[in-house]
């Protein structure tokens, strides 16, 4: 089974809390990369195993994580360097 498959039928607010997109504009993405795959099935090569909707889901996943994770990083270097916590640096003054 396909992770789309389970993931479509999601409520719409579960699944803008997995991909960060509402279903509406999934499916207007999936649509203009169905048209750029057509475009490489054009130059040949070796077909793809993961649907297009799978490949999607992979990569909002994966920026929805990495956004995620670097955000709260960012939080943390700002908050520990406001503390003076990190090796060689001194808090900084509030003005």
Same mark, same amino acid.
């Given at each position: 089974m396909q992770k789309f498959e /389970?993931? =479509?039928k999601l409520s719409p607010i579960e699944f803008k809390r997995l991909?960060? /997109?509402? +279903?509406?504009a999934f499916a207007k993405m999936i =649509?203009?990369?169905?048209?750029a795959e057509m475009g490489k099935k054009s130059r040949g090569? +070796?077909?793809s195993q993961l649907? /297009?909707?799978d490949k999607l889901l992979m990569c909002l996943e994966y920026l929805r994580e990495y956004t995620e994770k670097s955000s709260r990083i960012e939080k943390y270097f700002f908050t520990t360097r406001e503390q003076g916590s990190l090796e060689g640096t001194e808090p900084t003054e509030k003005h």
């Open positions: /389970v993931v =479509s991909t960060g /997109v509402r +279903k509406d =649509s203009i990369v169905q048209e090569g +070796k077909p649907a /297009v909707e």
